[in-house]
């Protein structure tokens, strides 16, 4: 599969990386506003750099394209790809605002089953082990499903100013997990706050975050976010049902424990950066997409759970803003 990338920056470079290692792909073309960013890109992974976006969306050599460019570009480029033919795996969110996102929806119809929206996170090892084992039903019904996720420090302002808050940027990762296993979500509530950086309420946003979820058939759904979090990058999920629970802890580099007069059981620090903690992920992720392309399946996370996941997140903006818990009715 020939594949264009636009946006060269540390995300395009994750996935420009993984187009490299995977034995059915090729980076064709490195696509980026800043062009020495694309220059860098096309330097170590391969394919032809270069700023005109249009250029790419032209090229008939081109059969699929990762967008990794700023959110506000998703929409326009995503479905001017699609009506040249081209799949898209796009990162999330596909826009900010729900309005565009179902106006992209239907003037692309049918062509969003070619659409994959970036929800890495279903693709990490430990995460979607856990997912199968609880649908196998080894924990019988799932009653409670509880998700953490905490940033080792908070983005700079010049990022947070245009990431649309904490709930689109950070906690819609989290609440594609939380469909990923309770599937329709009917009810949101959520409460925020502002205890680590004074800039970040100044932004009109929240930097900690508390949002819980009930499934369609009952289940519920935690969800605890922060923008800092001291001992490293926190990322843990635990499944909990009739017949017992499954669980999954941060990683370290190593599982080394040392044992001595001042410690015992002491372990390296948290994996701290979140290119370590999901490279896999990001892998996985690519090659899921690269596989269903050339088998002509529907690949997953598809269009509808990039809406249905912003549509949890506009309802925990509600839920916040007016304390209230807010029903929603699901991804159409």
């Avoid at 009952?218 to 999920?237: E, P």
């Amino acid at each position: 599969m020939r594949i264009a990338l636009i946006g060269c920056g540390r995300i395009g470079r994750v996935h420009a990386e993984s187009v490299a290692l995977h034995p059915k792909a090729e980076l064709v073309r490195a696509c980026d506003a800043v062009e020495s960013a694309a220059r860098e890109v096309a330097e170590r992974f391969g394919g032809l750099p270069g700023s005109d976006a249009d250029a790419v969306l032209a090229d008939p050599g081109v059969d699929a394209v990762v967008i990794a460019s700023p959110t506000p570009t998703h929409v326009d480029l995503l479905t001017r790809a699609v009506e040249t033919g081209k799949a898209v795996m796009c990162e999330k969110p596909i826009d900010l605002d729900l309005a565009r996102v179902d106006d992209c929806r239907t003037w692309i119809g049918a062509a969003a089953s070619r659409v994959m929206v970036g929800f890495n996170r279903r693709f990490d090892p430990s995460f979607r082990a856990v997912r199968e084992r609880v649908a196998a039903g080894e924990i019988g019904r799932l009653e409670q499903l509880v998700i953490i996720s905490r940033d080792p420090a908070p983005s700079p302002a010049e990022y947070l100013a245009s990431s649309g808050g904490l709930f689109r940027d950070m906690t819609i990762h989290d609440l594609d997990m939380a469909r990923f296993f309770l599937g329709e979500v009917v009810e949101v509530s959520a409460m925020g706050s502002n205890l680590v950086a004074d800039y970040i309420a100044d932004l009109g946003d929240i930097d900690g975050a508390m949002v819980t979820l009930r499934g369609a058939d009952g289940a519920l759904a935690h969800i605890t976010n922060s923008r800092r979090c001291t001992y490293g990058y926190d990322q843990r999920l635990e499944a909990f049902g009739a017949l017992g629970a499954l669980g999954v802890d941060n990683l370290r580099p190593d599982g080394v424990r040392a044992y001595g007069a001042r410690a015992t059981e002491a372990a390296a620090p948290y994996l701290d950066f979140f290119l370590d903690r999901y490279t896999p992920a990001y892998r996985a992720e690519l090659a899921h997409f690269i596989e269903a392309i050339d088998s002509g399946t529907e690949p997953t996370p598809g269009f509808e759970d990039g809406r249905a996941a912003l549509v949890l997140a506009d309802a925990a903006e509600q839920s916040l803003r007016t304390g209230r818990v807010v029903t929603v009715g699901g991804a159409r």
